[in-house]
Every structure is written in C-alpha cells, then in structure tokens.
C-alpha cells in the first residue's frame, strides 16, 4: 500500500510540472490523480496499520491534503476489503499545504507577472526555468533592474563595478548565469559573437585582461628593445600587438622551470600557468617563431601541447619524451583519467608518449625533473 511519504515524494516530484501550469495560466492542473497500485501487507494487523497512517492525512481526517479513492477488492488473505485505489489532491489549496509551499507559490506568482508585465518575452523563459523564479526570489527586483540598463545600453565599454546601476558592486558578478541567460534573450542581436562564452566579452563590457609573464632569454633583446628589462607581464592585447624580434620561444607550465630556463639567443620564454593556452592563439607573430612546449608528462600536458599546434603547427614539445620519463619514472604517480581524448595534433612520437600514459595511467610533473638534466638536454638538442 502506498505511504504518506511515497504520496509526498510523487507530490513534490509534479512541483515543476504545476509551476508551469501557473505561467501557462493552465486551470486543468486539478484535481490531479497519484495512482495508488501497490499491493497491501499480507499482514492484516499491517496492513490496518498502513491504512490509517494513509487516512490520517487525507482530507477524511484534515481540511487539506489528499482525497482517496477506494475499491473493494477480494483479496486472498482477508477477504473483501474496501482500499485505496487512486490519490487525487482536489484543489490548489489542498496540495500546496501538503508540500508545504503555499508562501513559495505566492512569492513565485508575484515574480512571474512582475517579470513577464515588464518583459513579455521573457514569458517562454519562465515556462522553462521556473526553479530559477525560485531560487532567486529575493533578486528579481535587482535582476530586472539589470535587464532595463541593458535594454538601453547594450554593449556599454564599461567595467561591470562602472555601470550606474543601483545595486551591490557584487550583484552581477555574483549572478551572472541567471543574468547571461536573461540577456541571451533581451539583447540576442547586439551580441557580437554568439559563441563567446566569457560574460564580460560577450555582453560589450570591459574584463580584466589576463596578464601574461614573459622572461627575456637574450640580453641582447632586452637591452635594445626593452630597456633592460627581463622579466615583464603585458596583457593579451599588447602581447598581440609586440614582436619580441626573436626566433625562438619556450612556452612552460611550471613557474621554476620558467625562470630557471638559462640564458638562450635570440629567444623569450612564456609562463603558461595562470592562463589559458587560448590567450596566445590570436599572437600572428608566433607564426613565424620556433616554438618549444615544456608541459607535464600527463594527459592533461598532453591535451594543451595538441592545442597549442593546433594554433602554431610549428610547436615542438621538450622533455615530454621517454627518455625523460624514464629517467625519472620513479617520481611518477599514478594518474586515472576516464575517457582521455583522442587528440589530432601530436607527431609520431608524441602520440606513443601518450598513448603509454593513457594506457598505464601515470603522471610526471615537469617540476620533477632536475635544473642540470634539462640545461643538458637543451643543449644536445641544439635548442640553446
């Protein structure tokens, strides 16, 4: 026989289905029926005992909650017994005492017509996220407050801590996937690029910009084009704008190998920790640059070297090799990776080393090769 808590749970489970019959403005929502089809206790003592916990809370014995259908049926055991066949909750006001959600749902109506009154096509957006009304009902008055700025300046160049609107310096940073979703659909054809993920880009506002760190290997360079300086953080924008007038350059993960990488000609290194790898793939001058790659020996290493020659062809990992791994392997640990990609940029070599880790799932990080191996190495590659 069916329980009270069983009752509730199939209760609470058409929640949504009725939040959005309210924004549909859908009257057939009730009375609606919970069948009731499990077979009652062979216990007869149990099953009296079933019966009226079901009764106790059913509108036989309150002002609210659940009607019950009965059917008498022969049963094996006990004979003909008249019992429960089907639930129904008549009304609205039966069902959301039950579930406890009276106040949620006036709040929730409230929130719904202040929303659609003012954005009518924010309607079907209702219909589909009504959790999201929920969740966020202390917000909507600040939330719409963002909405009616962007309807009237979209794409405004300004940092999000600029824009006079008045709400907590935090509110939209702090909500910005209910807000982006919003604004999806309110300034759809003032988004300039529809695949841009990142809020502030996508939305014409001001970001901070990555800051990206680049060492000086030749002195050369630094003291004919940059004062003397050797160790330097520029924004994306600037990196994309700089020719470093050299030949080669070295792109590590680990910030200790980035700055005990020695003194090279005609070379920069790139600290690649703390930024995406993404950050570099609109710097054209890196075409024409020899590009060495020192990542992990892992999957992950692996997946960003692949990325990286996706954008410059040119790239060539550095002690991401056997030899290094096996000089090292008793530093390595175990590394389990579910469903490693296949990746489409790696050389022959590249893909065994991977292929190996894939398949013995291991790991050795960068920082666990020795400075004097990795002077060594660079120098029998000729990459000094």
Not at 149 to 173: A, G, M, V
Request: aromatic share 12%; glycine share 2%.
């Amino acid at each position: 026989m069916i329980t009270v808590s069983e009752i509730k749970k199939k209760a609470n489970t058409l929640y949504k289905e009725y939040l959005q019959s309210i924004v549909e403005a859908n009257q057939s929502f009730f009375p609606r029926q919970i069948r009731s089809n499990k077979k009652p206790s062979e216990d007869f003592v149990k099953m009296k005992e079933e019966l009226n916990e079901l009764i106790s809370c059913s509108t036989d014995r309150k002002s609210y909650g659940y009607s019950i259908h009965y059917e008498t049926i022969n049963t094996k055991k006990h004979g003909l017994q008249s019992l429960p066949q089907s639930i129904t909750f008549e009304c609205e006001e039966n069902y959301l005492k039950f579930i406890g959600k009276e106040k949620e749902v006036a709040l929730f109506k409230k929130n719904v017509l202040q929303i659609t009154s003012e954005f009518p096509q924010f309607h079907h957006w209702c219909q589909n996220n009504p959790s999201s009304i929920t969740a966020n009902f202390e917000k909507w008055y600040d939330i719409l407050k963002v909405c009616r700025y962007f309807t009237s300046n979209p794409n405004p160049d300004l940092y999000i801590r600029q824009l006079p609107i008045e709400i907590h310096t935090k509110f939209i940073e702090e909500n910005k996937v209910i807000i982006q979703s919003l604004l999806n659909i309110l300034i759809h054809n003032h988004i300039q690029n529809q695949n841009e993920r990142v809020f502030e880009k996508r939305f014409g506002l001001k970001y901070k910009p990555i800051q990206i760190r680049i060492r000086i290997l030749d002195h050369d360079i630094a003291n004919q084009y940059l004062h003397g300086l050797t160790d330097i953080s520029i924004t994306e924008e600037e990196l994309i704008s700089l020719d470093f007038h050299c030949s080669k350059v070295y792109i590590t993960e680990n910030e200790m190998n980035f700055l005990t990488l020695p003194a090279i000609e005609n070379a920069i290194a790139i600290f690649g920790k703390g930024f995406a790898i993404n950050a570099l793939k609109n710097v054209s001058w890196l075409q024409s640059k020899s590009i060495f790659y020192w990542g992990d020996i892992d999957i992950h290493g692996f997946q960003i070297l692949s990325q990286l020659k996706g954008y410059f062809p040119n790239t060539k990992s550095i002690m991401m090799n056997m030899n290094t791994y096996e000089e090292f392997k008793e530093m390595s640990v175990e590394n389990k990776v579910a469903n490693p990609p296949m990746l489409s940029n790696l050389d022959e070599n590249e893909i065994c080393m991977y292929e190996f880790l894939k398949e013995n799932s291991r790991r050795l990080e960068q920082e666990k090769i020795t400075y004097l191996y990795s002077v060594k190495f660079l120098e029998i590659k000729h990459v000094i």
